[in-house]
């Protein structure tokens, strides 16, 4: 039986601010890649990394940790990874930084939506409200006109939606496996994924564009660790604020590094999502009795 150990905020809280710079260097190096890479390849370099880096760890460490008898759990995590990777990479493509990060906080208003379907939890009307209203700021942020949407949007949203699912996957997987068993089979399989498109469209790389897709696929990997471990050290709901400081990372490069300056309705609209997305998981009916 393990011990408990005593929650540390002050350094889940630096690691979370250590993963949003990560994760926002990681969909900026790509930017610089060359406009002939195959997006398939881009996929298959961050799973191939994760895969190699995992692989590694586990190798040296505890080798057990390669294998599970719930593996067809991990399949299935895996390509629910391999789908939410694919939807967020492409997102960041083609919208500004900004906007592309503030999309992934809907996250969290799709899991307090999904909640009563999957695990038969009641919200209650204002969980349900600022649910709602977190979906508004959606509509504000990404400047929708009549019907329609830009595709990135679209990918950003898809994008949240299976990070949802991957939540609830989560919940049960961890109960049983460890952090690296999970990992390793998420790369094994988002790789297998990827290959058969990555090799038919395959493009040869120069060597500045293998070494970002190297660095890409490595901080990607890196800003998972630094959430995971985060949340195995601090309290979640003391947590809770600490992810949104991407929003800012992304403001700053966005603006000095490719001259994007978001609009007035984008930040009313991230100010909506992130505000309702707070108050959506701060509301807990309490256990009945």
């Given at each position: 039986?393990?011990?408990?150990?005593?929650?540390?905020?002050?350094?889940?809280?630096?690691?979370?601010?250590?993963?949003?710079?990560?994760?926002?260097?990681?969909v900026?190096?790509?930017?610089?890649?060359?406009?002939?890479?195959?997006?398939?390849?881009?996929?298959?370099?961050?799973?191939?990394?994760?895969?190699?880096?995992?692989?590694?760890?586990?190798?040296?460490?505890r080798?057990?940790?390669?294998?599970?008898?719930?593996?067809?759990?991990?399949?299935?995590?895996?390509?629910?990874?391999?789908?939410?990777?694919?939807?967020?990479?492409?997102?960041?493509?083609?919208?500004?930084?900004?906007?592309?990060?503030?999309?992934?906080?809907?996250?969290?208003?799709?899991?307090?939506?999904?909640?009563?379907?999957?695990?038969?939890?009641?919200?209650?009307?204002?969980?349900?409200?600022?649910?709602?209203?977190?979906?508004?700021?959606?509509?504000?942020?990404?400047?929708?006109?009549?019907?329609?949407?830009?595709?990135?949007?679209?990918?950003?949203?898809?994008?949240?939606?299976?990070?949802?699912?991957?939540?609830?996957?989560?919940?049960?997987?961890?109960?049983?496996e460890?952090?690296?068993?999970?990992?390793?089979?998420?790369?094994l399989?988002?790789?297998?994924?990827?290959?058969?498109?990555?090799v038919?469209?395959?493009?040869?790389?120069?060597?500045?564009?293998?070494?970002?897709?190297?660095?890409?696929?490595?901080l990607?990997?890196?800003?998972?660790?630094?959430?995971v471990?985060?949340?195995?050290?601090?309290?979640?709901?003391?947590?809770?604020?600490?992810?949104?400081?991407?929003?800012?990372?992304?403001?700053?490069?966005?603006?000095?590094?490719?001259?994007?300056?978001?609009?007035?309705?984008?930040?009313?609209?991230?100010?909506?999502?992130?505000?309702?997305?707070?108050?959506?998981?701060?509301?807990?009916?309490?256990?009945?009795?």
């Amino acid at each position: 039986m393990t011990t408990q150990a005593v929650p540390d905020n002050r350094y889940g809280a630096a690691l979370l601010v250590a993963a949003a710079a990560v994760f926002t260097a990681d969909v900026t190096v790509l930017r610089f890649l060359s406009p002939d890479v195959p997006f398939a390849q881009i996929i298959f370099f961050r799973s191939m990394c994760q895969l190699v880096i995992v692989a590694l760890w586990i190798g040296i460490r505890r080798p057990a940790l390669f294998g599970s008898p719930r593996w067809p759990r991990l399949v299935l995590r895996g390509l629910t990874s391999l789908v939410c990777w694919w939807l967020y990479y492409a997102s960041f493509q083609n919208l500004d930084l900004a906007l592309a990060s503030t999309l992934t906080f809907t996250t969290s208003l799709f899991v307090v939506a999904m909640a009563p379907l999957v695990l038969g939890e009641r919200i209650g009307a204002r969980r349900a409200l600022t649910t709602v209203l977190g979906f508004g700021g959606v509509i504000l942020a990404s400047e929708v006109n009549g019907l329609t949407v830009e595709p990135g949007v679209l990918f950003g949203l898809g994008s949240a939606l299976a990070a949802a699912v991957l939540i609830f996957q989560n919940r049960v997987l961890a109960r049983t496996e460890h952090t690296a068993t999970i990992m390793f089979w998420i790369g094994l399989v988002a790789c297998a994924g990827t290959l058969p498109g990555a090799v038919s469209g395959w493009s040869s790389l120069g060597l500045s564009d293998f070494m970002l897709l190297l660095a890409a696929g490595s901080l990607g990997t890196l800003g998972m660790l630094f959430t995971v471990e985060a949340y195995r050290y601090g309290e979640v709901s003391a947590l809770a604020t600490f992810p949104y400081v991407r929003i800012l990372f992304a403001l700053a490069i966005g603006y000095f590094l490719f001259a994007e300056t978001a609009s007035t309705r984008e930040l009313l609209g991230a100010a909506v999502i992130v505000t309702c997305s707070l108050m959506a998981n701060g509301y807990r009916r309490p256990p009945a009795p």
